[in-house]
């Protein structure tokens, strides 16, 4: 006598939910088209013009996300990786979208090689005192 086999009928845990592969989440891409290099520690803005993105019925859950977190506060890269828990290459893929879409926009910082030296600030307040 064989021993039938029982198949699970579903492919996710009740606990834990549906699994979405991250690479799911960006169609399989590993950048958008237009992407730059996103520091961690780049800021992501949102644009006035993304006042309802949920509107715009070709953005997934996770671009919606993004824009949301970006309108309530200004958020890094790093900061909105933690907060919807994807791996930070999706998130760099993602905010590459909303760039290319003008839904958002990313400052960087300022690189240390580009900042004064800090004598020549120490100059110029000296002198600014002088006055």
């Not at 993602?94 to 120490?122: F, K, N």
């Amino acid at each position: 006598m064989s021993e039938s086999v029982q198949q699970p009928s579903h492919w996710f845990d009740d606990d834990a939910g549906p699994v979405v592969r991250p690479y799911a989440m960006t169609r399989g891409r590993t950048s958008s088209a237009g992407q730059h290099r996103l520091d961690l520690i780049a800021v992501v803005v949102a644009e006035p013009a993304a006042d309802d993105p949920g509107r715009d019925q070709t953005l997934s859950p996770e671009h919606v996300d993004i824009v949301g977190l970006c309108r309530q506060s200004p958020q890094s890269v790093a900061e909105l990786a933690a907060e919807l828990d994807v791996p930070v290459g999706v998130v760099r893929v993602l905010i590459g979208d909303l760039v290319e879409d003008q839904l958002v926009h990313v400052t960087r910082p300022v690189p240390p090689a580009e900042l004064p030296d800090e004598s020549i600030l120490r100059e110029v307040i000296n002198g600014l005192r002088a006055l």
